[in-house]
């Protein structure tokens, strides 16, 4: 593979232009084709294989006319102190807004607008009232007017108007991109600025990276309509694109400087660069993409989405990190240094080259400290990513409703209006679905008024609502309203309670019951995901580093660097601390895909830095080093590269926690927090400990295994020997063609003889 990358990377170099030319095409032809697309949509969400989602496909087949897929708004009106919303002068306003809504702009859009005086949509103190409005389409496919008509409601009341506040999906908007990923971007660019020493070096991977991600994001645009790609699925790609993009071509780039130093030509660099980092840039854009295409196994359609649509992001990155970067240092020429100088805005030329290499660079002073005391190192890193993991053992997930809004917006205060006028479990009705005649419908409806866990009205009575029956006489729903809040445990207990009493033909469905079913997905799938990529990383990196317990001392420490970013996640996240630092207004449940998510991603950016960190210690091992000079040689050529990438992507991950999206914020901070611990923590501290203690059986292997394992040469072994082969062979040719007599002399006496 090094051979074929290598002749791949120098072919780039030297003919750039046409390499260029055609990503800047593929770049043209994405945009063209994003800008010519359809808005894509919120993204279809369904959970197959469970009961709630059973249920809701009966109501869509059942009760057509529900619009049970379609956007739904409440607007909650709230009387002025001391009055009701049954007062002449309210209740004209209100009906007011019953009759915008039903015949205003976007009424075409508009599927049932429910009058509360009718549906006696009335706190029992008649202080509070609410309007329910249905859709035909989701909230992300309403148009301009009937989002317009919607959020103007109760604006024009006039003086002494009710309190109006709206709630619901039907406000649902897509995540914005804002200046906190500028930031990251910035940030980025001063730490390659710092580690080249050069502003065309810095700004090369940059600029690729960008490219990249232009292409992938602008692709997963203009198909988002056709595949049915949720909105917040090109935001996860430029994240994770944007991230490894840069991180891939600075790590070409940086090979690319090292081989300058060496003296050899600059295709010729190019091309080895391509070679040997490019061997690792493959290596570990292949494990993040079989870690993000693998979420396909928890069978949850959306997910896979996501996880394939930011893997061909990778794929992109590191086809551009292999082909364009070459070409773009070919356009760059002389302008990118050698290793070891800096420009001379950067103050290159004032140290003598000597005096340079008789110093050791923070990378080979920190090998030799952890040398000394490994123990030591070891105990602090694993105490200490242990006690961050703690709260990991009391996550708690679930999907984010309204409650999780900021205190100050619209829908957190219509969620909490309703949940002050008609009890906490208002905001989370339960639909029992009951596929039968009225028989049965009554039955069921008789049973659940017995349930414990059933809100009580004004009256004592429990709040189940009558079944309602479709046309054809053979379904009902029954609304069932819990006591305690959507998210709680008494709710999770009461949807079970009904299941479990329940035949076949009497499901629960409702947002919330779906939510309580997609975490529970969630949490069967987090160990047996966590288990196949474990499984995977070993694998893997058994092939590359040809040893047993590297790669076990790999997959633990991406255990441990794992659970430690879930445990930050559970104590910023879900119990508040340092809330109000990371933006978070309400904390509450994780969400619910955010843990298998952040598995994915993050196995795939520890096996990066575990590759470019390591693949080192063993090139030196091979050729002779010592185990513990070994690791000095890793770090003193590594460490200082792998440091700049960790802070790129730490820098890019959390600029996306400034964004609204409450599930972007928290993946942001949560891969943030994960490549700290594990570039930090576990890669550059524990990783080197592990190996002092170890020693020579770090590297061993046994030799049926060894005869059994494909050689990948991550390490460009077989490239130098090609490379050398070539020399001796071009010296040999020279050698006979610059005296053609004297060896035909020399054959002529060997016929002789």
């Known amino acids: 593979m090094a051979t074929f990358l290598y002749r791949l990377g120098k072919g780039s170099f030297r003919r750039r232009r046409l390499v260029a030319l055609l990503w800047v095409a593929l770049l043209a032809l994405a945009g063209f084709g994003a800008a010519t697309a359809a808005a894509p949509s919120s993204g279809s969400f369904s959970i197959p294989g469970t009961e709630a989602q059973r249920a809701f496909d009966m109501l869509d087949e059942r009760f057509p006319g529900?619009?049970?897929?379609?956007?739904?708004?409440?607007?909650?009106?709230k009387a002025p102190a001391g009055g009701s919303v049954n007062d002449p002068g309210v209740k004209s306003q209100v009906e007011k807004i019953v009759t915008g809504l039903k015949d205003g702009p976007g009424k075409e859009q508009i599927a049932s607008v429910t009058d509360p005086y009718q549906a006696q949509a009335i706190s029992h103190d008649g202080s509070i009232a609410y309007v329910t409005a249905t859709y035909k389409v989701s909230g992300m496919e309403l148009t301009d007017a009937s989002r317009d008509a919607l959020t103007n409601?109760?604006?024009?009341?006039?003086?002494?108007?009710?309190q109006v506040e709206i709630g619901g999906d039907a406000l649902m908007e897509a995540p914005k991109t804002g200046s906190s990923e500028i930031i990251g971007i910035v940030v980025a660019a001063i730490v390659l600025v710092i580690t080249f020493g050069s502003l065309v070096a810095a700004g090369l991977p940059l600029l690729t990276a960008l490219i990249g991600v232009g292409i992938g994001v602008s692709s997963i645009t203009a198909l988002a309509s056709v595949l049915d790609l949720g909105t917040t699925t090109s935001i996860l790609a430029m994240m994770i694109g944007l991230a490894v993009g840069i991180d891939y071509a600075l790590f070409i780039v940086s090979r690319y400087r090292a081989e300058l130093a060496e003296g050899l030509e600059r295709d010729e660099a190019a091309g080895r660069a391509a070679g040997t980092a490019g061997s690792a840039v493959v290596f570990a854009g292949l494990t993040v993409v079989i870690a993000l295409v693998g979420l396909a196994v928890v069978n949850i359609p959306m997910l896979t989405k996501m996880g394939v649509a930011a893997a061909g992001t990778v794929v992109i990155a590191v086809l551009v990190a292999l082909t364009l970067v070459p070409a773009i240092l070919g356009f760059a020429g002389r302008k990118v240094l050698p290793a070891g100088t800096k420009s001379k805005l950067f103050g290159g030329g004032k140290d003598k080259p000597a005096d340079r290499a008789a110093k050791p660079n923070g990378g080979t002073r920190w090998a030799r400290f952890v040398l000394r005391r490994p123990v030591l190192v070891l105990l602090a890193g694993v105490i200490g990513l242990g006690a961050v993991a703690i709260p990991a053992g009391k996550l708690e997930m679930g999907l984010p409703d309204d409650g999780a809004k900021p205190v100050?917006?619209?829908?957190?205060k219509a969620y909490d209006l309703l949940s002050d006028g008609f009890g906490p479990g208002f905001n989370g009705p339960l639909l029992v679905v009951v596929d039968g005649d009225k028989a049965l419908a009554d039955r069921t409806f008789d049973r659940l008024t017995k349930l414990d866990g059933v809100a009580k009205g004004p009256d004592g009575n429990p709040v189940v609502m009558p079944p309602r029956f479709n046309e054809a006489g053979d379904a009902a729903i029954i609304t069932v309203i819990p006591a305690d809040?959507?998210?709680?445990?008494?709710?999770?207990?009461?949807?079970?309670?009904?299941?479990d009493g329940s035949d076949k033909h009497v499901m629960v469905t409702g947002t919330t019951a779906i939510n309580i079913d997609f975490s529970q997905k969630m949490n069967d799938a987090l160990l047996p995901y966590l288990a196949l990529v474990v499984g995977l990383a070993f694998l893997l990196l058994m092939l590359v580093f040809r040893s047993v317990l590297v790669p076990l001392k790999a997959a633990l420490g991406f255990l441990l660097s794992v659970v430690a970013a879930l445990g930050a996640v559970v104590a910023v996240y879900q119990w508040g601390w340092l809330g109000s630092l990371f933006g978070v207004d309400q904390p509450g449940p994780i969400m619910s895909m955010m843990p298998i998510f952040m598995v994915g991603v993050v196995f795939g950016l520890a096996m990066d830095y575990e590759v470019f960190l390591v693949t080192r210690m063993r090139e030196?091992?091979?050729?002779g080093e010592r185990p513990g000079q070994a690791i000095v040689t890793g770090f003193r050529y590594s460490a200082r590269v792998v440091t700049a990438a960790a802070v790129i992507m730490i820098a890019v991950f959390a600029g996306f926690i400034g964004m609204d999206d409450q599930m972007v914020k928290m993946i942001g901070f949560g891969l943030a927090i994960a490549v700290l611990f594990d570039a930090f923590v576990v890669r550059m501290a524990i990783v080197p400990a592990v190996l002092a203690l170890l020693g020579h059986k770090a590297w061993w292997l046994p030799k049926w295994l060894d005869r059994l394992l494909p050689n990948v040469d991550v390490e460009g072994e077989g490239l130098r020997k090609h490379l050398k082969d070539a020399e001796d062979a071009e010296d040999?040719?020279?050698?006979?063609?610059?005296?053609?007599?004297?060896?035909?002399?020399?054959d002529r006496e060997k016929v002789l003889a």
């Open 485 to 499: 809040r959507p998210s709680s445990a008494a709710t999770e207990e009461l949807v079970h309670e009904i299941r």
């Open 620 to 623: 030196a091992y091979v050729h």
């Open 732 to 746: 040999a040719d020279g050698a006979r063609g610059a005296d053609p007599d004297k060896d035909a002399d020399g």
């Open 408 to 412: 100050s917006s619209s829908q957190r």
């Open 153 to 162: 409601v109760g604006k024009d009341l006039g003086a002494g108007a009710p």
């Open 66 to 77: 529900q619009s049970a897929d379609g956007a739904t708004a409440r607007i909650v009106i």
